[in-house]
């Protein structure tokens, strides 16, 4: 979220990086509320300080015994006047609050200026593609020749867009779990946590799903540990969402809090399933496992002083690069231009995995510094030293990898001419010694 007197002095900017990012934000709309709501605040200021002066005067009059009938009459006309423009101040605050929630972040000045991915900037290519002497097959074909991917049992227990494995293939995405995990804490220096994967609306607010991407989200329409005896939700009851990734409760594990100066940059490394609606994208990527509604992921969250966060970001693009680069996959890194950043982010890196049978990349990475946007949703900061005041700090995260995007690039890139897949080598020893998938 963006600060009101940060959007008020600098509205060239945020203006130029609404118009950059294609947003529909309506800025103007939002210059009118904010100038009507500090002119009544105004208001309401003066009319308090009117009434705390009558009220002064009345206790002088009082004490000099004088009929004092006249300015108790104007106390309450003063104290109803107040009232009614302290409640016009609390709705136009309100609404001010709700557009306050909607406008996304400022693009960092490197960003590449574009209306969507075709802007995109090429960063680096890492590896090259393999030539095959056998047509490629795509990762469903592979995976269900050899019984370790069931797509149709999935559809039958749940429905389009989950996917089942069996034998070797479970096995390859714990073991791709785990590997990610021992490379990210035992490399790089994060902490492994473990999150709960349901969360609170205020969780999903403070990181930028809630409210304007509610319809991407998994509601639990009941938690029964809430409802009354009647079979109803009381009224103010938290509202619960299954986590589209651990980015937000990761993020949120210092919500509300300040966070030793000496602790940062703070790296947490968690393992979760995740869930998307996927609303939206209706024909998009229909077969496979690219776009389901149930994943895993390995997510990398830091923290970071404001002033090295983007040192952090290319530790962390890194980091992920790690893994791709340990598993032999060739990728390439991109920068997102300003029409295709998310929300909440000022910058994004996306790690994109060759796919033979699509012969392309694809993302299998996004790695974003959202800079203080997060961090002053959910009130979390620092303090540079124990007499300074406590600061927003910058908040960061990338996916280290998608296990299930990571287990398909495997398949695809490693699969042999008589249908068996190889096990890249750093996954043998998770594999339990097997080399091959046949």
Same mark, same amino acid.
């Given at each position: 979220?963006?600060?009101?007197?940060?959007?008020?002095?600098?509205?060239?900017?945020?203006?130029?990086?609404?118009?950059?990012?294609?947003?529909?934000?309506?800025?103007?709309?939002?210059?009118?509320?904010?100038?009507?709501?500090?002119?009544?605040?105004?208001?309401?200021?003066?009319?308090?300080?009117?009434?705390?002066?009558?009220?002064?005067?009345?206790?002088?009059?009082?004490?000099?015994?004088?009929?004092?009938?006249?300015?108790?009459?104007?106390?309450?006309?003063?104290?109803?006047?107040?009232?009614?423009?302290?409640?016009?101040?609390?709705?136009?605050?309100?609404?001010?609050?709700?557009?306050?929630?909607?406008?996304?972040?400022?693009?960092?000045?490197?960003?590449?200026?574009?209306?969507?991915?075709?802007?995109?900037?090429?960063?680096?290519?890492?590896?090259?593609?393999?030539?095959?002497?056998?047509?490629?097959?795509?990762?469903?074909?592979?995976?269900?020749?050899?019984?370790?991917?069931?797509?149709?049992?999935?559809?039958?227990?749940?429905?389009?867009?989950?996917?089942?494995?069996?034998?070797?293939?479970?096995?390859?995405?714990?073991?791709?779990?785990?590997?990610?995990?021992?490379?990210?804490?035992?490399?790089?220096?994060?902490?492994?946590?473990?999150?709960?994967?349901?969360?609170?609306?205020?969780?999903? #607010?403070?990181?930028?799903?809630?409210?304007?991407? %509610?319809?991407? +989200?998994?509601?639990? &329409?009941?938690? =029964?540990?809430?409802? !009354?005896?009647?079979?109803?939700?009381?009224?103010?009851?938290?509202?619960?969402?299954?986590?589209?990734?651990?980015?937000?409760?990761?993020?949120?594990?210092?919500?509300?809090?300040?966070?030793?100066?000496?602790?940062?940059?703070?790296?947490?490394?968690?393992?979760?399933?995740?869930?998307?609606?996927?609303?939206?994208?209706?024909?998009?990527?229909?077969?496979?496992?690219?776009?389901?509604?149930?994943?895993?992921?390995?997510?990398?969250?830091?923290?970071?002083?404001?002033?090295?966060?983007?040192?952090?970001?290319?530790?962390?693009?890194?980091?992920?690069?790690?893994?791709?680069?340990?598993?032999?996959?060739?990728?390439?890194?991109?920068?997102?231009?300003?029409?295709?950043?998310? #929300?909440?982010?000022?910058?994004?890196?996306?790690? %994109?995995?060759? +796919?033979?049978?699509? &012969?392309?990349? =694809?993302?299998?990475? !996004?790695?974003?510094?959202?800079?203080?946007?997060?961090?002053?949703?959910?009130?979390?900061?620092?303090?540079?030293?124990?007499?300074?005041?406590?600061?927003?700090?910058?908040?960061?995260?990338?996916?280290?990898?998608?296990?299930?995007?990571?287990?398909?690039?495997?398949?695809?890139?490693?699969?042999?001419?008589?249908?068996?897949?190889?096990?890249?080598?750093?996954?043998?020893?998770?594999?339990?010694?097997?080399?091959?998938?046949?």
């Amino acid at each position: 979220m963006l600060d009101r007197t940060f959007i008020r002095e600098n509205l060239d900017r945020v203006r130029k990086a609404l118009t950059d990012r294609g947003s529909d934000f309506d800025l103007d709309k939002f210059l009118r509320l904010e100038e009507l709501a500090r002119n009544l605040r105004k208001e309401v200021e003066e009319h308090r300080a009117a009434r705390n002066r009558l009220n002064e005067r009345i206790a002088q009059l009082a004490k000099q015994g004088v009929d004092i009938s006249s300015e108790r009459a104007q106390m309450k006309e003063r104290g109803d006047l107040l009232t009614q423009k302290e409640l016009e101040l609390k709705q136009w605050e309100n609404e001010l609050e709700e557009l306050l929630k909607i406008i996304p972040n400022i693009p960092h000045p490197s960003v590449p200026v574009g209306k969507d991915e075709t802007a995109n900037q090429l960063i680096r290519k890492v590896g090259e593609p393999r030539h095959f002497d056998f047509a490629p097959k795509d990762h469903v074909e592979i995976g269900t020749a050899l019984g370790i991917l069931d797509l149709e049992r999935a559809a039958k227990i749940t429905g389009a867009r989950f996917a089942h494995y069996w034998g070797l293939g479970a096995r390859l995405e714990r073991a791709l779990i785990n590997f990610m995990l021992d490379v990210h804490t035992r490399e790089h220096g994060y902490r492994e946590v473990l999150p709960p994967f349901i969360v609170n609306d205020q969780t999903l #607010f403070g990181t930028g799903q809630l409210p304007k991407f %509610e319809a991407d +989200l998994f509601k639990l &329409q009941e938690f =029964r540990a809430e409802v !009354s005896a009647t079979g109803q939700t009381p009224s103010g009851a938290r509202k619960y969402y299954l986590i589209p990734t651990a980015e937000v409760p990761v993020t949120n594990l210092f919500r509300d809090e300040v966070v030793e100066n000496e602790k940062l940059p703070l790296k947490l490394a968690a393992y979760t399933p995740c869930f998307r609606s996927e609303a939206g994208s209706y024909g998009k990527d229909v077969r496979g496992l690219i776009r389901q509604h149930q994943f895993n992921k390995v997510e990398l969250v830091c923290f970071s002083l404001p002033e090295q966060s983007y040192d952090e970001l290319e530790k962390l693009t890194g980091a992920a690069e790690t893994i791709l680069k340990k598993l032999g996959l060739p990728y390439q890194v991109v920068a997102l231009s300003t029409g295709d950043l998310g #929300f909440a982010a000022a910058k994004t890196y996306d790690l %994109e995995v060759w +796919l033979p049978s699509q &012969q392309r990349y =694809r993302e299998i990475s !996004s790695c974003s510094n959202f800079e203080d946007f997060q961090a002053r949703r959910a009130n979390i900061r620092y303090r540079s030293d124990a007499k300074s005041k406590p600061r927003l700090l910058h908040t960061l995260n990338g996916s280290g990898l998608a296990v299930g995007r990571t287990w398909l690039a495997i398949l695809e890139n490693y699969q042999q001419a008589d249908g068996s897949v190889k096990i890249p080598d750093a996954l043998v020893s998770y594999m339990a010694g097997e080399t091959e998938i046949r």
